[in-house]
Nanobody, 127 residues
Framework: QVQLTESGGGLVQAGGSLRLSCLAS????????MGWFRQAPGKEREFVAA????????YYADSVKDRFTISRDNAKNTVYLQMNSLKPEDTAVYYC????????????????????WGQGTQVTVSS
């Protein structure tokens, strides 16, 4: 069992930056692929970014590519989402998730392959 706790959300102006953190406890995070998702008000949850066990297994949604960066520190059992050049449409609750199997579906953000989810952290971007 893995427990995931997100932090770092808040209110920021358009063009600003935030860094989200997700602490994994219960089992070492190094065993899992890690992803970030988000859900805006009135919309379905959507994939944001995924990171496998190495830097060359990283994938981003087109809407955040070149603005967001996912990284992980296995020693700290933490995955990060650095968000730059934020836009009002990035406003959402952001969730991190862990997957035991890292493959094509994981990288493409298929929620069915993610086994554990955090409670989410709110990000609000004002215009």
């Amino acid at each position: 069992q893995v427990q995931l706790t997100e932090s770092g959300g808040g209110l920021v102006q358009a063009g600003g930056s935030l860094r989200l953190s997700c602490l994994a406890s219960g089992r070492t995070m190094s065993r899992y692929g890690m992803g970030w998702f988000r859900q805006a008000p009135g919309k379905e949850r959507e994939f944001v970014a995924a990171r496998g066990w190495s830097a060359d297994t990283t994938y981003y949604a087109d809407s955040v590519k070149d603005r967001f960066t996912i990284s992980r520190d296995n020693a700290k059992n933490t995955v990060y989402l650095q968000m730059n050049s934020l836009k009002p449409e990035d406003t959402a609750v952001y969730y991190c998730a862990a997957a035991r199997i890292v493959g094509y579906s994981f990288l493409k953000g298929d929620e069915k392959v993610y086994d554990y989810w955090g409670q989410g952290t709110q990000v609000t971007v004002s215009s």
